[in-house]
């Protein structure tokens, strides 16, 4: 089945400095990728959506310059976490889908996710 | 707009007890998808089961059967004979369908955890 690989699993920073959190599709092209964040005992939260080739559709509350998202090729979406603060810190899963046109939902395969800790 | 509420904040159960995680949602769509996932303490999203909004046919998957009814806006997922292993936050999901950038967004509830104790 599809797999999406997600790295690295876990990163503890220093305040002030980025972080570059990878999302891959292994075994399919994935034209639409989406990063969410999960705070502890909480929901996940849609922050971004990426196109392969375009720029990220941001969710009303997310800051475009804090989280850069990049998504150059249909295997590889990035999310970098710039001069990461404290209050980054969560759990960030990226899902990725090959869904194309509009025959409707395919199943969206999830990244295991990474634990970002800013100290 | 489009909301998934799971009431049911943390359940707990002996194991082989039967358990129901209750899921209602909100759409103005008439074509959309539920989503259940399970999340273990790893973090993983493990995928269990997609229904389609015209699709109202209950399923049952092994241990696991889920109940979709349209007319409540509900899609209830029980596990019976539940097991330690079943311990889990369990995620229910709505999908918005963009037909013109053909992809979908996921909503989520807020989850469920559920503790199974031996």
């Known amino acids: 089945g599809a797999v999406v690989s997600q790295h690295p699993s876990r990163v503890i920073c220093k305040s002030g400095t980025s972080v570059k959190i990878e999302c891959r599709s292994l075994d399919f092209q994935a034209t639409t990728m989406f990063w969410y964040r999960q705070f502890p005992k909480k929901s996940l939260m849609l922050m971004a959506t990426?196109?392969?080739?375009?720029?990220?559709?941001?969710e009303q509350g997310v800051e475009k310059d804090k989280f850069l998202i990049n998504h150059a090729s249909l295997t590889l979406s990035t999310l970098t976490v710039t001069s990461a603060h404290p209050e980054d810190s969560s759990f960030y899963i990226c899902?990725?889908?090959?869904?194309?046109?509009?025959?409707?939902?395919?199943?969206?395969?999830f990244g295991a996710g990474s634990r970002l800790t800013v100290l | 707009a489009q909301k998934v509420t799971q009431a049911q904040t943390e359940i707990s159960v002996v194991e082989k007890e039967d358990v129901t995680l209750d899921c209602v949602y909100e759409t103005r769509d008439t074509t959309y998808y539920l989503f259940w996932y399970k999340q273990p303490p790893s973090g993983e999203l493990v995928f269990l089961i997609r229904?389609?909004?015209?699709?109202?046919q209950n399923e049952i998957s092994g241990r696991y059967s889920w109940n979709f009814q349209k007319s409540t806006s509900s899609f209830n997922f029980t596990i019976t004979a539940s097991q330690v292993v079943d311990s889990a936050v369990y995620f229910c999901a709505l999908s918005e369908v963009e037909f013109s950038g053909g992809y979908n967004k996921l909503i989520f509830g807020a989850g469920t955890r559920l503790a199974v104790h031996p």
């Open positions: 229904r389609n909004s015209f699709d109202e």
């Open positions: 899902s990725a889908t090959s869904t194309s046109g509009s025959s409707g939902a395919n199943v969206l395969t």
């Open positions: 990426s196109n392969e080739g375009s720029k990220a559709t941001y």
